[in-house]
């Protein structure tokens, strides 16, 4: 994994994860983020989108849907827990 490639969080003291996304991704467009979050709501996943993050995985979604959301994104894919596919496009 290269060193510009980020997982981040949401909810955090002082900046929160929306804006550390928004910041990175416009001083370092190539660099890859993954929101971690309790938050599975369309809001914060579209939120999360919009400011630039390629990944967004639950945090109840275990090691293997953390793993799989890294390589997913480490590939130069978009990457959601697969819970979130539905609530973003039902």
């Known amino acids: 994994m290269c060193i510009r490639d980020r997982v981040t969080n949401l909810k955090m003291p002082g900046l929160d994860g929306f804006q550390v996304t ?3 991704k ?3 467009p ?3 983020i993954i929101i971690l979050s309790m ?3 369309k809001a914060y996943v579209l ?3 919009n400011a630039g ?3 967004y995985v639950l945090k109840n979604a275990g090691a293997c849907g953390i793993v799989d959301g890294i390589l997913a994104v480490y590939g130069g894919k978009q990457y ?3 819970e979130l596919e539905q609530v ?3």
């Open 30 to 32: 190539d660099t890859r």
């Open 80 to 82: 959601l827990s697969p």
């Open 39 to 41: 938050y599975g709501g």
């Open 53 to 55: 993050a390629n990944g």
């Open 22 to 24: 928004q910041r990175v």
């Open 47 to 49: 939120r999360a989108l």
């Open 88 to 90: 973003i496009n039902g």
């Open 26 to 28: 416009k001083s370092s």
